[in-house]
């Protein structure tokens, strides 16, 4: 059986990126390198990030493609915190057939969904 613990993120440049995540999720990177850092996530995770430009193979795509989705119990109070922390809002907090959200953008375009599920 095989377990998932890393999610790979393709960034323009490791270090700005590692800077956003680190002020956005509390979490300092436990491994930084001019091409590479990776974010502990909890519980077995990580998120990695890595230099489009050296990533192997090559990387066609640019950011923006797919979604990290963050659970939470209060959707407007982290919508709150991002917009002062300066994020980009892509959607306001809505309610949807699945529960609250709203997306906002990561400095590569990257999709940074927050949810609370519907009851």
């Given amino acids: 059986m095989i377990q998932?613990?890393?999610?790979?993120l393709y960034v323009d440049?490791?270090?700005?990126?590692?800077?956003?995540y680190e002020g956005l999720l509390g979490r300092s990177p436990i491994?930084?390198?001019p091409t590479f850092a990776?974010?502990?996530?909890?519980?077995g995770m990580a998120l990695g990030l890595w230099s489009r430009h050296t990533v192997?193979?090559?990387?066609?795509?640019?950011g923006g493609g797919g979604e990290i989705a963050f659970e939470t119990v209060d959707v407007d109070a982290v919508h709150a915190a991002w917009v002062a922390k300066g994020l980009?809002?892509?959607q306001a907090p809505t309610d949807l057939d699945f529960g609250r959200t709203f997306v906002?953008?990561?400095p590569d375009g990257h999709?940074?969904?927050v949810f609370r599920p519907a009851p």
């Fill in 88 to 90: 980009v809002v892509k």
């Fill in 4 to 8: 998932p613990r890393l999610v790979i």
């Fill in 13 to 20: 440049s490791p270090a700005r990126s590692a800077r956003f």
């Fill in 111 to 113: 999709r940074l969904r």
């Fill in 56 to 62: 192997e193979p090559g990387a066609e795509a640019a």
């Fill in 104 to 106: 906002a953008l990561d």
């Fill in 38 to 43: 990776l974010i502990p996530l909890g519980e």
């Fill in 31 to 33: 491994e930084e390198s």
